[in-house]
């Protein structure tokens, strides 16, 4: 009962014998070596031939029927069986399978001369031969690759059985010989044989019942097999450095082969994908397959956007995780967002300068059909619901000032000196709520995105671009529809008086802030209103200064890319100081109008998103031995305090120096000035507000979470061409650069004047705010978009005083 194998005779083969006649292909083996205790291993004597020969069991020539033969061997095995079990039932005390286990499992102990097997890490197993002992209980050994180390008793898997003086140096001779036996089919019988009475097994026993012995090659064949099985045979018990097997349920062995069929033709479809990537990652830039040839193809799209989740950390699910895992090892990559990244990018389905963040934000470029038609039919009826109440402006001089790629115009100026000689100024708004009303699809779509989107690569607006550019936004010599605020200004620059109203408008000049200055230098007596406007501009500012405000105009980069997807696409680098000349003077009559958008609303007590600063707890005079300009600018800004909004009264704005403010100026651009149009326009009209305060509120906080994505999205990808353009900087260029402020001992935050960016660096010592001398710095940038980082030089730096 407690034996191991069967009792084998010249009628009862092992199943080697006669496993290729029914269940396989017959194969020929070249005999195998006989492993004693005493006998070495060049002189070892051969074994029984593992091919089939009819003869050498008894059953006539090669003719005979192989079925035959099986059901003979079938017939004596089940003789076999029945006998025992009558022979069992015969005796007294029969053992428990606990008893029947320990008997199967000896103890083994290690000892010098043994051939074992190991395991050397959780993916590999090596054979060695034990040395001596290393301490108390870990062993030396010399692996089959002549290595020698200390390895644990547990780190023991299986000891070669029959084997007490064994040669390291036959190691490799002893593996090739095993791998000669090994073939994972022959379990199949054993397990057909063996789970009929559910009979459990060791590696010796299981080498006797599919080679015909228990020698020390076929027993580590057998745990070879066993041990690599993951659909026949299961563990049961271990005991020293021996385990124990039994069959595994026919039901679990047929859910195991269909599972092994569903891996092996994922591993396949694995293996062709990864051929994808290798050949697309060959080709040259330009060749490569374009993004759309990875969707066509359900199985590559399917790993494809695997990769691209995992590329953004964006995974929604376990498999798109373990996917893009797989793809990353089969690569030879780490599994890692970037590793993702880059492969993405090698292979072209990312551009080399890719904005992931436009992926990880999840902003909208596209729109929906839906969304495309109903602007459609906005431009095609184009009905105003103000036409019979606008006021023709037409006669006046339109000034749109705004940068040179400017898309989406939406506010110009115009101004005339009175006869008493005061000045009346026109700020005209674009009026997009003459077309699109509360709660349309329009709007809904407009309050989602919350902001258009300008990005030195592209622009993403607010609206569809066809209706934002042909149907709300100014134009050059055509007629348009607008708000108009009018104003008139007292001599020391206070409004004496407003109005608002529907208006028609000509704008007359499209001008960039480059041709506004030139234009206001050379001071042509043609161009009077031009220099009204400026004139206002410094009244206002001197006003607000005098109620407090705080100048905070900086100088700011700006940068457009040409063909982004290139390699190398052309960048241009605007750097713009809001103190010159003409954009002070948009911004003084941008402030103006919320000015008195705030006291429009106050007076009629109208709901609209007033906006406010409180006044930081530090005086501005505090930073007033510091120069005029970035460097007391920079002082100013570390002191403000966050913004505030209300939605039933003005609440002061510190910063600005007024009692209240609302932004009204960009409703192509941001939704919380639209609302602000929403609101103004239906009191003009007489109609009751269609948004009272606290749904103004609901509506402001959904839309700033927008807004503060898109404000990231810009800062990111804006800083990112900023290092991208000084990447291509000669080291040698020299750059001048201002000292905003000392951090600490020699470290100080400056300002590089050519290029608007802010770095930190090691200057001499001596210098002060303002200025820096001829020297060289050294700065680390972070690059916003994968996480790598790259450092430049600015090598030279000329002494700057502001």
């Known amino acids: 009962m407690s034996g191991g194998g069967l009792l084998r005779t010249a009628c009862h083969p092992p ?228 385990s124990l097997y039994e069959p595994r349920p026919s039901v679990q062995v047929e859910e195991l082969l269909k599972t092994k069929l569903v891996k092996e033709s994922s591993e396949k479809e694995l293996e062709e994908f990864v051929h994808l990537l290798l050949s697309a990652k060959a080709m040259p830039p330009r060749s490569k397959p374009s993004k759309s040839s990875w969707m066509l193809e359900d199985k590559v799209k399917k790993k494809i956007e695997s990769l691209e989740a995992y590329a953004l950390d964006a995974c929604r699910n376990d498999e798109q995780r373990k996917t893009a895992g797989s793809i990353l090892k089969a690569m030879g990559l780490m599994k890692t967002s970037s590793a993702a990244v880059n492969l993405l990018i090698d292979i072209g389905y990312f551009p080399v300068h890719v904005n992931l963040d436009l992926f990880k934000f999840n902003i909208h470029t596209e729109y929906s059909e839906e969304v495309l038609s109903a602007a459609e039919n906005l431009l095609a009826v184009s009905n105003d619901l103000d036409e019979g109440n606008r006021k023709d402006l037409t006669f006046l001089k339109v000034y749109a000032i705004d940068v040179d790629d400017a898309d989406e115009l939406d506010d110009a100026l115009s101004a005339t000196r009175l006869p008493d000689g005061r000045i009346k100024l026109w700020i005209h708004v674009a009026d997009p709520t003459c077309l699109v009303a509360p709660h349309s699809i329009l709007d809904r779509e407009a309050m989602r995105r919350g902001t258009s989107i300008f990005l030195p690569t592209a622009t993403y607006p607010m609206f569809p671009e066809k209706l934002a550019m042909e149907g709300m936004s100014l134009q050059q010599g055509k007629l348009c529809r607008a708000v108009s605020v009018s104003v008139t200004l007292s001599q020391d620059g206070s409004i004496a008086d407003f109005a608002i109203e529907n208006s028609i408008i000509r704008p007359t000049y499209m001008l960039t802030y480059e041709n506004a200055s030139e234009l206001l230098h050379l001071n042509l007596e043609e161009e009077a209103e031009l220099r009204i406007l400026s004139e206002a501009a410094l009244l206002r500012f001197q006003w607000r200064c005098d109620q407090g405000a705080i100048d905070t105009a900086t100088i700011d980069p700006r940068i457009k890319v040409a063909n982004p997807d290139d390699p190398e696409p052309s960048i241009t680098l605007y750097v713009e100081n809001q103190s010159n000349p003409a954009m002070r003077l948009v911004s003084e009559m941008m402030i103006l109008c919320g000015e008195v958008i705030a006291t429009f609303g106050s007076c009629n007590n109208i709901s609209l998103p007033y906006r406010g600063q409180p006044q930081s707890n530090i005086s501005a005079s505090a930073f007033s031995h510091l120069p005029e300009g970035p460097a007391r600018s920079a002082a100013y800004l570390k002191i403000m305090r966050a913004a505030e909004m209300n939605f039933r009264k ?43 305060a606290g749904e103004l509120e609901g509506m402001a906080c959904l839309v700033n979470m927008h807004v503060r994505v898109a404000k990231r999205l810009q800062s990111n990808s804006l800083r990112y061409w900023l290092l991208e353009y000084l990447r291509r900087q000669e080291r040698e260029r020299k750059f001048s650069a201002m000292i905003l402020r000392l951090i600490k001992d020699r470290t100080a935050a400056l300002l590089l004047m050519e290029v608007g960016v802010q770095a930190i660096a090691i200057v001499s010592v001596g210098k002060t705010v303002s200025q820096v001398k001829l020297e060289t710095v050294s700065f680390t940038a972070i690059y916003p978009l994968t996480y790598w980082y790259r450092r430049f030089d600015v090598l030279v730096l000329t002494n700057q005083h502001h």
């Not at 063996?194 to 299981?206: C, D, G, P, W």
């Not at 009692?659 to 602000?676: E, H, K, N, W």
């Open 15 to 242: 199943l080697s014998g006669f496993r290729s006649l029914r269940f396989f292909h017959h194969r020929r083996r070249r005999p195998s070596a006989l492993w004693g205790r005493h006998r070495d291993f060049g002189r070892a004597s051969s074994l029984p031939s593992l091919g089939f020969r009819l003869d050498r069991y008894g059953f006539g020539e090669r003719s005979c029927y192989a079925h035959s033969l099986v059901e003979s061997v079938m017939e004596e095995l089940a003789v076999i069986r029945a006998t025992r079990r009558i022979r069992a039932t015969a005796k007294v005390g029969l053992p428990s399978s606990k008893e029947l286990f320990d008997a199967k499992l000896e103890k083994k102990t290690l000892q010098k001369g043994l051939l074992l097997e190991f395991r050397k890490d959780s993916q590999k197993k090596l054979l060695a031969v034990v040395q001596k002992p290393d301490g108390k209980k870990n062993w030396m050994v010399c692996d089959q690759n002549g290595v020698i180390c200390s390895i644990k008793p547990q780190q023991v898997t299986y000891v070669v059985p029959g084997i007490e003086d064994f040669d390291d140096t036959n190691i490799s001779e002893f593996v090739q010989k095993a791998q000669g036996l090994l073939d994972p089919s022959i379990l199949e019988c054993a397990w057909m044989e063996l789970s009929e009475n559910k009979r459990t097994v060791t590696a010796e026993e299981l080498a006797e019942i599919i080679y015909g012995s228990k020698e020390s090659l076929e027993s580590y064949c057998s745990h070879l097999l066993l041990s690599r099985d993951d659909i026949y045979f299961n563990v049961v018990d271990n005991k020293g450095y021996c």
């Open 650 to 692: 003005p609440i002061r704005h510190g910063v600005l120096g007024l009692p209240g403010y609302v932004q009204f100026t960009s409703p192509i651009r941001r939704y919380i000035d639209l609302l602000a149009h929403y609101q103004i326009k239906a009191f003009i009209r007489g109609e009751s507000l269609p948004f009272s």
